[in-house]
């Protein structure tokens, strides 16, 4: 039973470390998903190498993290306050062409990372953007300046 609660403690520990650290700009993969596929793998390994090497404690293990996981998932568009903790808020970034800085900073993102991003859409210049936005799962949205 003690692994069972390790493994949930774990998990929860990871999604608050998750939090903590901040985004960074991509498409791949979500923090939340990022953390399953993690912790999923060391939890399977420390069954395997630790010192109870059950079959029994590992699945059980498994399953905990498995639940834990599923059981967020359920809960975050039931209750939208856990859903802003888990996956975090949209952040402007650009905003009618002032740059957000402390946002920017505490996100760790440089105005060069906006800019790759608005390349990526075919806008040259910050006169052309109107607005960027680094979006829950770390992706820069940039939306243009209408004409």
């Known amino acids: 039973m003690s692994g069972v609660i390790r493994a949930i403690f774990g998990y929860c520990l990871l999604v608050l470390v998750v939090r903590t650290v901040g985004r960074r700009p991509g498409k791949q993969i979500t923090p939340f998903e990022f953390l399953l596929v993690f912790f999923m793998g060391g939890v399977t390994l420390t069954s395997m190498v630790g010192d109870d090497r059950s079959v029994t404690n590992a699945l059980c293990q498994i399953t905990s993290v498995a639940f834990m996981h599923s059981l967020i998932a359920w809960l975050k568009p039931r209750f939208p306050f856990i859903g802003k903790i888990i996956d975090g808020t949209p952040l402007l970034?650009?905003?009618?062409?002032?740059?957000?800085?402390?946002?920017?900073?505490?996100?760790?993102?440089?105005?060069?990372d906006v800019m790759a991003m608005a390349r990526d859409q075919g806008l040259e210049r910050l006169d052309q953007i109107d607005y960027a936005v680094l979006?829950?799962?770390?992706?820069?949205?940039?939306?243009p300046v209408s004409q």
């Open 93 to 112: 970034l650009l905003g009618r062409g002032e740059w957000h800085a402390e946002t920017m900073r505490r996100m760790r993102i440089t105005q060069d």
């Open 135 to 143: 979006e829950r799962n770390g992706e820069i949205s940039i939306v």
